[in-house]
């Protein structure tokens, strides 16, 4: 037994130091060369830098405060870039929700997208933005308003304040029937309110109402069970 614990810990001890000297890289470039370039004078070679530094994941969190800070930069494709980065950190990017909440009302549609997007990915560290989640349910931008509210319902029953607001959004040109972004916008709203719970057991008449739409309906069963406290049907879990 004694013999097999010490093969293991050598093998052990040997990949941590394969992994040591060979650090893990993109197209040939360690992580460090890209955070270098993340403050180039050209913005498409910043930008450049920054997508190059998402692909990294998990990997690149250690340049989460380096790409936190591009999201202030005078170019907005930079920025975008830098929200990508972060959306692909996953929960790791936590320390960039405040300023991934004040871009949701970049003047720059694709920005608020991708800040919404990357809030989503960050999940329940995004509590203290939900706020400003809410004032953005009232986005003209379809898009927008849709990936807010999948943004939205990743905080669970802690987004219960959003009850009202995401019934607002979703409700938004009730005779409207065909138009696709509509559609799915009211659908991400479904999604949403299933993930509050049973505290959003007012909004079960427009659920049951926006399930005119087919694709909608899709996620509407899960989701009034969700907030009727049944449990799933096996097909839903």
């Known amino acids: 037994m004694r013999i097999a614990l010490m093969v293991v810990t050598i093998v052990l001890a040997g990949v941590a130091v394969s992994a040591q000297s060979h650090p893990i890289t993109y197209r040939g470039k360690p992580l460090s060369a890209y955070v270098e370039q993340v403050t180039a004078p050209d913005p498409a070679a910043r930008a450049a830098a920054l997508r190059a530094i998402g692909q990294f994941g998990t990997d690149g969190v250690s340049a989460v405060d380096v790409v936190t800070r591009a999201l202030a930069d005078s170019d907005v494709t930079v920025r975008q870039a830098a929200g990508e980065a972060l959306a692909l950190f996953g929960p790791s990017a936590a320390p960039a929700v405040v300023p991934l909440g004040r871009l949701l009302s970049d003047p720059d549609p694709r920005m608020r997208v991708i800040a919404a997007l990357a809030l989503r990915e960050i999940g329940a560290a995004s509590k203290p933005v939900l706020p400003q989640l809410i004032e953005a349910l009232k986005d003209q931008d379809l898009v927008v308003r849709m ?28 005779d409207d029937w065909v138009s696709v972004p509509l559609r799915d916008m009211r659908r991400a709203m479904v999604w949403a309110l299933g993930e509050i719970g049973p505290d959003a057991k007012e909004a079960l008449p427009l659920i049951k109402e926006w399930s005119k739409f087919y694709r909608v309906a899709w996620v509407s069963a899960p989701a009034i069970a969700k907030i009727e406290g049944r449990p799933l049907p096996p097909t839903w879990r």
């Not at 990936?147 to 607001?165: E, R, S, Y």
């Open 147 to 174: 990936t807010v509210g999948l943004a939205i319902g990743t905080l669970g029953k802690d987004a219960k304040p959003a009850i009202h607001a995401l019934m607002e959004a979703g409700n938004d040109r009730p």
